[in-house]
């Protein structure tokens, strides 16, 4: 991602609309980019992966855009530690409540490279989600099953998940990992599918007897989309962290 680009974008006024509620966790929002790169410096660690961008949306009708600022906060200070650098930008744009969040990838006490692995958000980053929501009195996710499903026998579970389910959470995963459309191609091929090319993007598993277009399953996948995500860094598009407490 384009780590300026992405705290420009969650930062346009006709994104946050009225409420313009902007905030950081260890640097302020005007002048994010500049300590963000300044930490890369100190660290020798100004390559490779600059960022990352989180999503966290409210069910329509949900919420105030208070407490959706409230709880973004709370999420980066929880999630990150208090050790990166964050920007939080309520967005008042759509028909539900949703807040982005842009951190530097370089812890600034370690050094160290955030390293974001499948399963975090389920493991790590849903439970905070789920409790802050629940604090508000909002709706949750339920969790995704497990070896040990709390919330579903496996036999429900199997029965409610489907392909495109499948394909569209392992697609996300790609898209937020992948540097451009060629990159996200490429993780898609190494996740097991098979990727048909062209004017539009469609994949094919053991078990399909036919291609499932990607923009069938979500907009998000559309080539125009996915070459805005890849350019402007907007994690609603593609993150797999763009999860609803729903």
Known sequence: MHLEHAINYILQPKKLGNSNLTGGINCLPDS????????????????GRQGYHFVISLKPGEGTSKEMYEIAMQFAEQAFGGEYEAVVAVHTDKNHLHAHIVINSVNMVTGYKFQYNNGNWKYKFQPITNRLCKEYGLHITPAEYSREPKNMERPQWEREQTFSKWIEQDARFCALNAENTEHFIFLLEKQGFEVKKGEHIAVKVPGMKRFKRLDTISEDFSRENLEAMFKYGDASLASPVNHECL
Request: without cysteine; proline residues 0%.
């Open 32 to 47: 994010a980019y500049e300590r963000m790169k300044a930490t890369k410096q100190m660290f020798g660690k100004a390559g």
